[in-house]
């Protein structure tokens, strides 16, 4: 009983203070039912409670951190249920895959060679898991990239070696562009520069080419 009279006190002095009662809960640890009890004979001030309600740093951190918090919640339950719905994908649906991923930005010009760019690494390693599973293996496949002038032409490659699997020696000289990378404002898609995969077989690219124009035959 004693205890609860100390908190009961405490709470009296931190009322007295101009705190909240969610300030008030978070010290002394007791229920907002409670406080209200306590602190019927202590309102706060109608200019205090405009202080409180009135948007600061803090408070609009807290609401931002607040509301990222249940964004991500979401995302991740709908993540799970695309997991759950898409499950392990056979060799079947990943060729078609890859066949849409190559629809939409594979290269379709050249005579004889298959070729994809991106900046989007996960996209380029698809493609070139894609090619695996067409029978070409990573070390067949040429790389070159496309970087600005201020970035480190070295590391991009070992970069890039590293999520593709594919040896630095598959990689050709990199494009260096004149402007520089440190000059755009919005570099979160560059921020590894552009990255093209190229691999030369008149015979895949037939296969490929005319697979698509099947899909097209059929939409």
Same mark, same amino acid.
């Given at each position: 009983?004693?205890?609860?009279?100390?908190?009961?006190?405490?709470?009296?002095? @931190? #009322?007295? /203070?101009?705190?909240?009662?969610?300030?008030?809960?978070?010290?002394?640890?007791?229920?907002? =039912?409670? *406080? $209200?009890?306590?602190?019927?004979?202590?309102?706060?001030?109608?200019?205090?409670?405009?202080?409180?309600?009135?948007?600061?740093?803090?408070?609009?951190?807290?609401?931002?951190?607040?509301? @990222? #918090?249940? /964004?991500?919640?979401?995302?991740?339950?709908?993540?799970?249920?695309?997991?759950?719905?898409? =499950?392990? *994908? $056979?060799?079947?649906?990943?060729?078609?895959?890859?066949l849409f991923l190559?629809?939409?930005?594979?290269?379709?010009?050249?005579?004889?060679?298959?070729?994809?760019?991106?900046?989007?690494?996960?996209?380029?390693?698809?493609?070139?898991?894609?090619?695996?599973?067409?029978?070409?293996?990573?070390?067949?496949?040429?790389?070159?990239?496309?970087?600005?002038?201020?970035?480190?032409?070295?590391?991009?490659?070992?970069?890039?070696?590293?999520?593709?699997k594919i040896p630095?020696?598959?990689?050709?000289?990199?494009?260096?562009?004149?402007?520089?990378?440190?000059?755009?404002?919005?570099?979160?898609?560059?921020?590894?520069?552009?990255?093209?995969?190229?691999?030369?077989?008149?015979?895949?690219?037939d296969k490929v080419?005319?697979?698509?124009?099947?899909?097209?035959?059929?939409?």
């Amino acid at each position: 009983m004693k205890r609860l009279d100390e908190k009961k006190q405490q709470a009296i002095s @931190l #009322r007295l /203070k101009g705190m909240s009662y969610s300030q008030i809960k978070e010290k002394v640890g007791v229920s907002k =039912s409670t *406080l $209200s009890l306590w602190l019927e004979k202590y309102p706060l001030s109608p200019e205090r409670i405009r202080e409180l309600q009135s948007p600061s740093p803090q408070r609009i951190e807290r609401c931002r951190n607040t509301k @990222l #918090r249940k /964004k991500q919640e979401k995302l991740d339950f709908v993540y799970k249920q695309a997991k759950a719905d898409l =499950s392990r *994908l $056979s060799k079947r649906e990943m060729y078609l895959a890859g066949l849409f991923l190559y629809w939409g930005e594979g290269t379709k010009t050249a005579r004889a060679s298959l070729a994809l760019t991106n900046t989007d690494p996960s996209m380029m390693r698809f493609f070139v898991s894609w090619m695996e599973l067409l029978g070409v293996p990573r070390t067949e496949l040429k790389v070159r990239l496309h970087l600005y002038i201020d970035m480190d032409a070295a590391k991009q490659i070992r970069f890039w070696s590293d999520v593709l699997k594919i040896p630095p020696e598959n990689f050709m000289k990199p494009y260096i562009k004149d402007s520089k990378f440190s000059s755009l404002t919005y570099k979160n898609s560059f921020g590894q520069g552009t990255c093209s995969v190229t691999y030369g077989n008149a015979r895949l690219h037939d296969k490929v080419m005319m697979s698509l124009k099947y899909l097209r035959d059929i939409a």
